[in-house]
């Protein structure tokens, strides 16, 4: 082909590509969500098995919330395994990413085998992270007792990166809630989404997260949150997204591979490790420990961008939170950009005379180097107004026995709050512009001296094992390495590539999108 047979090939690919953007503009500024039945949570029956499970207990504190931390990667999957084979009725599960991994197909077959016996399985997922999962949700939802459905989709399911272009200023809003409730009975809220990395089952990378499993009456209002977002008119049954539909044959083969899939992973080491679990046994015994206290469930509106005041979101509801502290404020936030203003309210805040601890992910830890770009430039400034950092260790020196052996990276995910070791928020904020303003967040606040006082104890005592503390030296940042006695001098474990990006990234405009 000649230079204008090519110049004119360009020219009708461009002409096609601006042809078809325009048609995704057109297609996503305002979409028409389908109708869908309203569904809504099941009222808890005295004859239930989870329900007489946990009767006791509740009876024996009115009023209060019991919680359960969920701090072992193991635990946190077996919890979670266990509610599902004890469900009797119903299966509510809403969360940001659920990966087609190990632990994601090892809960979707529980999950299945629930529903076979007749519970109703109501799955919501952020759509986001679903790509190139619409057959597999379809073939799920197929299950007359099994239902799909997604936040904020795209109607574009070919196109979807081009379509997130075109529909930027809505697809940008994405549910990052994360819940798990069973028999609206006991429920799991917390940091953890659904994937290896989250359940010490990956060997490239082990996130240190928390959840709290909970009973009592802030169950009821997760139960609420679900609805309200199942039911909202931004969440879509995945079947009116696609028009791929499943046949009966299809639907018994799926069934059937899944059978074999089942019997080959009982040989799989994660296994082993699951059930060689200390809760097991607990929850067998009924020898769980409770940590009971008044608790407030927080969480913002499915449509939170069109909340335009700050009372409307979980925002308001957390700087009511930290700002009843008297003597000391513990942030743990895997992605810690706290902008100007936030800044400057924790350096009043410091000048105040309240302690404030921040634990958050080193460059070299971090997943997101992004965000890491946003953060690093208020650490000196809090830290010259008093502020303790400390940012955890890609490679800490001693790895919790439960990890898995091969794990090469260590890297924070738990998002926590806990003021005055009284009381302890838990969910799924990060103290970031993103879930202060783009996404949808969720979390539990619970009151109970002995729970703060023993998270605050746990983390102290594993800082100079697992982060480096940072501090200012003749006006520069400096790590300290208090387990070898040493200082570094540059951003530690981080190679120069991954320097050189975040310097990069640092220029750029984007602090209101981290």
């Known amino acids: 082909m000649n230079a204008n047979g090519l110049q004119s090939l360009t020219f009708l690919r461009i002409i096609f590509l601006c042809a078809a953007l325009s048609a995704l503009i057109g297609c996503q500024s305002s979409p028409v969500y389908p109708e869908k039945a309203i569904t809504t949570k099941l009222a808890a029956q005295p004859d239930w098995p989870l329900v007489q499970y946990i009767q006791a207990d509740v009876k024996a504190h009115p009023q209060q919330t019991g919680v359960l931390p969920l701090t072992d990667g193991i635990d946190a999957f077996i919890a979670r395994l266990a509610l599902v084979n004890a469900a009797t009725a119903s299966i509510d599960l809403q969360y940001y990413i659920y990966r087609g991994d190990d632990t994601g197909r090892l809960l979707t077959w529980h999950l299945i085998d629930a529903a076979q016996r007749g519970v109703r399985v109501r799955i919501l997922l952020d759509d986001m992270a679903v790509k190139d999962a619409d057959e597999a949700l379809v073939m799920l939802a197929e299950h ?5 459905r997604l936040y904020n989709p795209t109607f574009e399911r070919d196109f979807r990166n081009l379509a997130f272009v075109a529909g930027f200023s809505r697809l940008n809003h994405r549910m990052h809630n994360k819940s798990f409730t069973v028999d609206n009975t006991i429920s799991i809220v917390g940091g953890r989404n659904i994937g ?3 359940f ?6 082990e996130f240190g997260d928390f959840d709290l499993m909970t009973i009592g009456p802030a169950v009821d209002e997760i139960s609420d949150q679900f609805d309200i977002y199942w039911n909202s008119p931004l969440t879509v049954e995945v079947g009116a997204l696609t028009a791929h539909s499943v046949t009966a044959e299809e639907v018994d083969t799926a069934l059937a591979l899944v059978e074999s899939e089942k019997a080959a992973y009982q040989t799989n080491p994660y296994m082993a490790r699951l059930l060689s679990s200390e809760l097991i046994t607990q929850m067998q015994s009924h020898a769980l420990h409770w940590y009971w206290g008044s608790a407030k469930l927080v969480y913002d509106q499915p449509d939170k961008q069109n909340h335009q005041l700050d ?3 979980i925002l308001a509801d957390l700087g009511e939170f930290l700002r009843q502290a008297e003597k000391e404020v513990f942030i743990i936030s895997p992605y810690f950009v706290p902008t100007r203003e936030g800044t400057q309210n924790i350096i009043e805040a410091a000048r105040a005379g309240i302690d404030i ?16 770009a946003g953060y690093r430039q208020y650490r000196q400034p809090l830290l010259e107004a008093g502020v303790k950092i400390y940012e955890v260790k890609a490679n800490p020196e001693q790895k919790k026995a439960s990890s898995w052996t091969g794990s090469s990276k260590s890297s924070l995910h738990a998002k926590t709050f806990i003021t005055d070791k009284q009381s302890t928020f838990v969910g799924s904020f990060n103290f970031d512009p993103r879930s202060a303003w783009l996404n949808t967040e969720m979390g539990l606040i619970i009151d109970n001296e002995q729970l703060a006082g023993e998270v605050v104890d746990g983390i102290e005592a594993s800082l100079a094992r697992n982060t480096y503390r940072l501090a200012i030296e003749e006006g520069e940042l400096i790590w300290f390495d208090d387990l070898h006695q040493r200082i570094i001098y540059t951003e530690p474990d981080a190679g120069l590539w991954r320097k050189f990006l975040v310097d990069c990234i640092a220029l750029l405009p984007i602090e209101s999108q981290l």
């Open 144 to 148: 007359k007792n099994i239902q799909v």
């Open 196 to 198: 290896n990395e989250y």
């Open 200 to 205: 010490s089952n990956d060997t490239n990378v």
């Open 311 to 313: 009372s409307d979101s």
């Open 357 to 372: 601890t921040i634990l958050t992910n080193s460059l070299a830890a971090t997943d997101v180097i992004a965000v890491h």
